[in-house]
C-alpha cells in the first residue's frame, strides 16, 4: 500500500508563487508513474501535471503549460510542483496520485493511489 501526503499550499496573490510537495510512504514509488490533479470549488477534479518514473517525461494540462513544473527525488519518494505566476483560477484543492505503471498518464482512473489535498488559493 502506498500512502501519500501532499504538502506546501497556502494564501498567496496573483502573481507569486508556491512548491507544493507530495510524499509518499509504504514502499518505493520510484518506478511508478505520478501526477498532480486539482479540483476547484463547485467543479471536477482535473488533470494538472503528470511525470514518468524517471522525470524524463512530462505532461501537463494547457492551463499550466508554462507556469508549473512537476519533477521528482526517487531518492527520497517525493513529488514537486513549482507553481509559478499564480492566477486566481488554480485556486483549488491539489492532490497528488502514483500508479502501477511506470508511465505518465492524464486520467484519473488510471490511477492506484491518492493522497487527501492541499489547499491552494490565490487572491486577486
Known amino acids: 500500500q502506498v500512502h501519500l501526503e501532499e504538502s506546501g499550499g497556502g494564501l498567496v496573490q496573483a502573481g507569486e508563487s508556491l512548491r507544493l510537495s507530495c510524499v509518499a510512504s509504504?514502499?518505493?514509488?520510484?518506478?511508478?508513474?505520478m501526477g498532480w490533479f486539482r479540483q476547484a470549488p463547485g467543479k471536477e477534479r482535473d488533470f494538472v501535471a503528470a511525470?514518468?518514473?524517471?522525470?524524463?517525461?512530462?505532461e501537463y494540462a494547457n492551463s499550466v503549460k508554462g507556469r508549473f513544473t512537476i519533477s521528482r527525488d526517487n531518492a527520497k519518494n517525493t513529488m514537486f510542483l513549482q507553481m509559478n505566476t499564480l492566477k486566481p483560477d488554480d485556486t483549488a484543492v491539489y492532490y497528488c496520485?502514483?500508479?502501477?505503471?511506470?508511465?505518465?498518464?492524464?486520467?484519473?482512473?488510471?490511477?492506484?493511489?491518492w493522497g487527501q489535498g492541499t489547499q491552494v488559493t490565490v487572491s486577486s
Open positions: 509504504g514502499r518505493s514509488v520510484s518506478m511508478y508513474g
Open positions: 511525470i514518468n518514473w524517471s522525470g524524463q517525461e512530462a
Open positions: 496520485a502514483a500508479r502501477r505503471g511506470s508511465g505518465y498518464e492524464i486520467l484519473q482512473q488510471r490511477f492506484d493511489w
